[in-house]
């Protein structure tokens, strides 16, 4: 369960015995109450107040669900997942390379549940893909492609220009609070080291960019349409998300879709590049998610398949 051997034991022995969690995950019965739940005993871990709540050893994981059971429960029903995975960023350059080339224009950033926006300064990493490389060549942060379809050269040479990044989460993270870093660390499993250091790159080069990403709080199905409303009309608006939209209801969703064809109907430059939730699919895949990209007024089309924290992408033939 959740890449981690020690989780897997542990969730394990959960269902077996759900006794120690009873009080604390309820009757709520969510997809991701399981990241929730060992995402807030890792943050216990981290932050000291329960050091060997992941031994390993059940008595140590039943003992700290019973002691910590309030901020557990507290965590588990108002505390949504937060991860931010750079290493899509392999797919999304491509991506955000071909809907420049499309148009000709400058981008404008606006990303769907970024958590600490780390993905919005994507051109400030550094990446190598088998044709070409793209990215800052003084890059703290910087990615080997792991390619089954091979990104074309001529699409990495491509001009692009970002002019401005913004996002809108639930709840956004602030990478220079420290406790907001040590909770998104608390999503990324115990072992993962390499996530953990690409993070910490992330960070460093986040901190360091010029007019950082502007990180809206809010709904943004609920907000996006106010922000579309304002978009320029000689840049072209960029409506970006990985994943982020299978947290939705079918209804929200469907709300949200309605949303972006309604903006693009004014005629003003908009384009969408998105993981397609499981319900969207056209592939068989199940390793991975399908990312699409749509500029208005042309149909949606399918770009690439790509692991879900971007360990490999296959980019599809144009």
Known sequence: ???????????????????????????????????????????????????????????????????????????????????NETQRCVALVPAFLT????????????????????????????????EGAFGAPDAQLRFEATERGRVPVA??????EVHSRTGIDLSPIDVTDPDHVVLLKSFI?????????????AIATFVTTPNRPTL???????????????RAEDRLTV???????????PGRYAELRRSLDHAAADGRPLALVSSRRHDETQTEIEDGFELAIRVWPEPESLAALVDFHGNWVDWLPA
């Open 189 to 201: 499993w115990p072992g993962l080291d390499e996530r953990v250091e690409r993070l910490d790159a």
């Open 1 to 83: 369960m959740l890449g981690s051997p020690v989780y897997g034991h542990l969730a394990g022995r959960l269902a077996e015995d759900p006794r120690p969690a009873r009080a604390i995950i309820g009757d709520e019965a969510t997809w991701d109450l399981g990241l929730r739940l060992f995402g807030a005993v890792h943050y216990l871990e981290l932050t000291g107040v329960a050091p060997t709540v992941l031994s390993g050893e059940w008595d140590d994981f039943a003992a700290a669900l019973v002691a910590q059971e309030t901020f557990l429960t507290r965590f588990v029903r108002e505390q949504g997942v937060q991860t």
């Open 99 to 130: 809907v420049a080339a499309v148009s000709g224009l400058p981008l404008d950033l606006i990303e769907l549940g970024p958590s600490a926006g780390l993905n919005l300064v994507f051109d400030r990493y550094g990446y190598r893909y088998a």
């Open 239 to 249: 409506v970006y998300q990985t994943a982020s939209t299978g947290y939705l209801t």
């Open 155 to 160: 699409l990495l040479e491509k001009p692009i």
């Open 216 to 230: 809206i709080q809010g709904d943004y199905v609920d907000l996006l349409p106010g922000l579309l409303a304002e």
